[in-house]
């Protein structure tokens, strides 16, 4: 049985790929923080609350169509939810599909989303959330 942080994560994904953006902004906790880092995005920064939401995917949508983050397997570790994903794309301008495989951490407080990290490995993922959880 998926934990209660799992589900939150998945009706997100799901929030988000049926009502962009603005779908996924009622999970966001007021003190939400990410961070995309340079290996992952072509503009790395960092995104706060829900008008970094917002700004965050205003740089996907300016760029891309028909969005979507693909979730594939969901992982509660000590309280934060371990999701690897495909990001799926189409280029507005030249048409080109892309895919891109992350894995992000999801973190929660008061079943809102506090802080997403972005990895590009499980491996690396999992060692960050148990060098969290040990430290």
Do not use: C
Not at 21 to 40: D, G, K, R, S
Not at 95 to 109: K, M, P, T
Request: glycine letters at 8%; a negative charge.
């Amino acid at each position: 049985m998926a934990s209660r942080n799992v589900e939150i994560i998945r009706g997100g994904f799901e929030a988000l790929n049926e009502g962009g953006a603005e779908a996924l902004v009622p999970l966001i906790h007021p003190e939400f923080e990410m961070t995309t880092p340079p290996n992952l995005a072509a503009e790395p920064d960092t995104y706060r609350g829900a008008d970094g939401v917002r700004r965050y995917f205003d740089s996907f949508y300016d760029a891309m169509e028909e969005i979507r983050f693909e979730p594939g397997e969901f992982r509660d570790v000590g309280g934060r939810v371990i999701a690897q994903s495909t990001l799926s794309a189409r280029g507005r301008a030249t048409g080109i599909e892309v895919q891109q495989e992350v894995v992000l951490v999801w973190s929660l407080r008061d079943d809102k989303v506090i802080r997403v990290e972005v990895f590009a490995t499980l491996d690396e993922a999992v060692a960050a959330v148990e060098a969290a959880g040990s430290a």
